[in-house]
């Protein structure tokens, strides 16, 4: 059957597929886009710009992982 017609027979007896949003501080990282960056030139650090759907963007010193929190170097964007 068509996504339309399925969708509203899944919600009825409560199987559809979505969960609210766990309370994890790395979660939006973790759906973001990722792009690796080089900062202050060749010898430099590297990071991550991490851009979520919705949010301002961060820079991380690592991609994020399940075990452990991000250290956000940067966050830039509206206040939350």
Known sequence: MPPLQAWP??????????????PCPWWPSVWS?????KVAGPPGPKGVRCQPPEGPFSILAAPPTKDAKPLVLLRYGPSQ
């Open 33 to 37: 886009e990722r792009v690796p960056l």
């Open 9 to 22: 027979r899944a919600q009825r007896p409560g199987r559809s597929g979505l969960r609210p949003q766990p």
